[in-house]
């Protein structure tokens, strides 16, 4: 079974930094694009970066570019968003998505998420 | 960017009734290598994480109810629900995966009239 667990999420400043995971099990996670997607308390959903099965192909929303970093361990299954320069307008919950192997793909499993709050 | 817009916002519809969501995107996502539309279809419930319904802008995921229907094709495409079912209540979301950057519709918020 597919399970994708996010965590890390916590209550920042704003200017402050903060680095959430993803722990995937169920599946050869190094074979698999992975991508992060958020959700603003009562908004929509906003793609907010992929990587590519390596880790050499990174791609990111312009909201984010220069302050966010996607990565991705495949020796320990896991993956990563460091968020630097953290504004209010990031507060959302940050969802771990899997799709396909290809970067051009739809996101078949969601993680429960984890909420980031940044207020002083 | 490709702009993913859908209509309406928000719809009530009475239980057996049919309900159609639409999404248009401002480019073709329809990639000619291959002729599939890269289109996805979520369906989102209060407190949840989005599910997926609907990929390749019509071929339903597993375990959807077939109740579920995606059609269209390059910029113009529709979610159908044949027969409104109560647990059917949820927000609807449009996603393009054409392109490396991913862009999502605005969602439609369905309800029980």
């Known amino acids: 079974e597919v399970q994708l667990l996010e965590s890390g999420g916590n209550l920042v400043q704003p200017g402050g930094s903060l680095r959430v995971s993803c722990a995937a099990s169920?599946?050869?996670?190094?074979?698999?694009?992975m991508s992060w997607v958020r959700q603003a308390p009562g908004k929509g959903l906003e793609w907010v970066s992929t990587?590519?099965?390596?880790?050499?192909?990174?791609y990111y929303a312009d909201s984010v570019k220069g302050r966010f970093t996607i990565s991705r361990d495949n020796s320990k299954d896991t993956l990563y968003l460091q968020m630097n320069s953290l504004r209010a307008e990031d507060t959302a919950v940050y969802y771990c998505t899997k799709g396909h192997p290809s970067i051009l793909t739809y996101f078949d499993y969601w993680g429960q998420g984890t909420l980031v709050t940044v207020s002083s | 960017d490709i702009v993913m817009t859908q209509s309406p916002d928000s719809l009530a519809v009475s239980l057996g009734e049919r309900v159609t969501i639409n999404c248009k995107s401002s480019q073709s996502v329809l990639y000619s290598s291959d002729n599939k539309n890269y289109l996805a279809w979520y369906q989102q419930k209060p407190g949840q994480p989005p599910k997926l319904l609907i990929y390749w802008a019509s071929t339903r995921e597993s375990g959807v109810p077939d109740r579920f229907s995606g059609g269209g094709s390059g910029t113009d495409f529709t979610l159908a629900i044949t027969s409104l079912q109560a647990e059917d209540v949820a927000v609807y979301y449009c996603h393009q995966y054409y392109t490396p950057r991913h862009t999502f519709g605005q969602g439609t918020k369905l309800e029980i009239k």
């Open positions: 990587i590519s099965t390596s880790g050499d192909s990174t």
């Open positions: 169920g599946f050869t996670f190094s074979s698999y694009a």
